[in-house]
């Protein structure tokens, strides 16, 4: 079988959505967690497979994948490269091209944003990245239909991204142009966001974190060291020490304002204790909600539009 005549649609990074396919997402979402909270089956993946490749480790993004496929009616296969013939060798490509006459999609969890996007040009099937060393589109999806769901539309509001410019920053500097939010930057000198990385006017940069906080809607951070750097870790752990999230920063935000943080957390470290065990703190609802909208995804991919 030669590839599909049109080619299948990829989440690789968040800007592959245009606006209008988010909020239909983040309606499909709220659908599909209504009924789910009643109980009610809603398996439109019936006979539908899930491949996950796991070069990293994983708890939400595991979970919530294997869980939703499971509770749309599919069924989810858990690879790791250890288990795969990956480990010894087998070019990514050639991984692609069987794997996707196997599966309806396929989540990747790996290094370089290279390696899935050699992959998705090989795929059949759409492919969803599940955290890359450059981006982690899912966990930002999750993040604002949670943004949504406690407030209202994010359009116009202030975000503070305080810490590492990772994957996880570079994927909310992406959202900020679709979503029409401003982003406040503030990492140690060295970890800034790169120049190119920024819509300028939807980016603005601060050398002060708590300068970065003030008149937030919102405030998140992430680990000082992410997944692959582990080598930098006592380098990091200096140079990040003033870009702790506290009560002092979350003073300088409005007074609605909420947090949030992808997790796993370091208290801490980037982020006291008082504030993601606080009151304006999000976190629980912001990983459940990484199960409602990656079902809605898997929905979109596999199936379409729908109703
Ligand atoms: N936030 C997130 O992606 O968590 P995991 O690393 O546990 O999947
Ligand atoms: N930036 C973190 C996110 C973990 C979900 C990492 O890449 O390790």
């Not at 209504?34 to 070069?55: C, H, I, N, S």
């Not at 692609?96 to 990747?108: E, H, N, W």
């Not at 994927?171 to 401003?182: K, S």
């Not at 300068?211 to 998140?220: R, S, W, Y």
Request: proline share 5%; hydrophobic share 40%; net charge negative.
């Amino acid at each position: 079988m030669s590839m599909p005549a049109t080619p299948p649609r990829h989440f690789l990074q968040f800007r592959d959505f245009s606006r209008e396919e988010f909020d239909y997402l983040f309606a499909r979402t709220r659908w599909i967690k209504d009924r789910f909270k009643r109980y009610e089956l809603y398996q439109p993946l019936r006979d539908r497979t899930l491949a996950m490749v796991f070069e990293k480790a994983s708890t939400r993004t595991r979970v919530s994948f294997e869980a939703g496929m499971n509770q749309l009616g599919g069924i989810a296969i858990n690879l790791t490269r250890g288990d795969t013939q990956l480990s010894r060798g087998e070019p990514i490509e050639d991984v692609a091209r069987v794997v996707s006459r196997m599966v309806d999609v396929v989540m990747i969890r790996t290094f370089e944003q290279a390696i899935i996007e050699r992959f998705a040009a090989y795929s059949n099937v759409p492919v969803i990245n599940g955290l890359t060393n450059e981006y982690h589109p899912c966990q930002v999806l999750a993040d604002l239909y949670t943004y949504v769901e406690h407030r209202a539309a994010i359009d116009g509001k202030t975000v503070a991204w305080i810490g590492d410019s990772n994957n996880m920053c570079a994927t909310w500097l992406q959202a900020a142009p679709i979503f029409g939010f401003r982003l406040h930057v503030s990492s140690p000198p060295g970890y800034e966001p790169a120049a190119d990385m920024r819509a300028r006017e939807h980016c603005v940069v601060f050398d002060d974190p708590e300068a970065a906080c003030e008149g937030a809607d919102l405030v998140t951070t992430d680990v000082w060291t992410s997944m692959g750097f582990e080598a930098e870790n006592e380098e990091r752990r200096r140079a990040f020490e003033h870009w702790q999230v506290d009560a002092s920063m979350m003073r300088r935000a409005k007074p609605d304002a909420l947090f949030m943080h992808c997790l796993p957390a370091h208290r801490g470290e980037e982020v006291a204790a008082e504030v993601i065990d606080g009151p304006q703190s999000v976190v629980w609802n912001e990983a459940e909600n990484r199960l409602h909208t990656q079902k809605a995804l898997l929905e979109y991919l596999a199936c379409g539009r729908v109703g």
